[in-house]
């Protein structure tokens, strides 16, 4: 069974940081591609940041220069730290995990979900 906790959520003013973290168990970590999603309330979801089993990234317009992904084999985790936030950040955050056979992008199929954690920036 593959469970994905994310953790790290919260509320932070305009331009402070914050770090979210996604542990995942019953998965072969090191190939897979992970990524991190959001959604706000009335909008699509859309793409943060992936990183693929070799450590490439990529990430969104909106989040670039902002943002960093990074995991750790070892620990089975993916980090995602989120400096100078802004309001328009405002969402729910998820994990998501799909196997390494696929390219890692924002639009290809990620069977493995967590329930997410939410992160408020206010101005």
């Known amino acids: 069974q593959v469970i994905l906790v994310e953790s790290g959520g919260g509320s932070v003013q305009a331009g402070g940081s914050l770090k979210l973290s996604c542990a995942a168990s019953?998965?072969?970590?090191?190939?897979?591609?992970m990524g991190w999603f959001r959604q706000a309330p009335g909008k699509a979801r859309e793409g943060v940041a992936v990183?693929?089993?070799?450590?490439?990234?990529t990430y969104s317009d909106s989040v670039k220069g902002r943002f960093t992904i990074s995991k750790d084999n070892t620990r089975s985790t993916v980090d995602l730290q989120m400096n100078s936030l802004k309001p328009e950040d405002t969402a729910m955050y998820y994990c998501?995990?799909?196997?390494?056979?696929?390219?890692?992008?924002?639009?290809?199929?990620?069977?493995?979900w967590g329930q997410g954690t939410q992160v408020t920036v206010s101005a």
């Open positions: 990183i693929n089993r070799d450590g490439r990234t």
């Open positions: 998501a995990a799909g196997t390494g056979r696929l390219s890692c992008t924002f639009t290809r199929t990620f069977p493995f």
């Open positions: 019953g998965i072969t970590y090191a190939d897979y591609c």
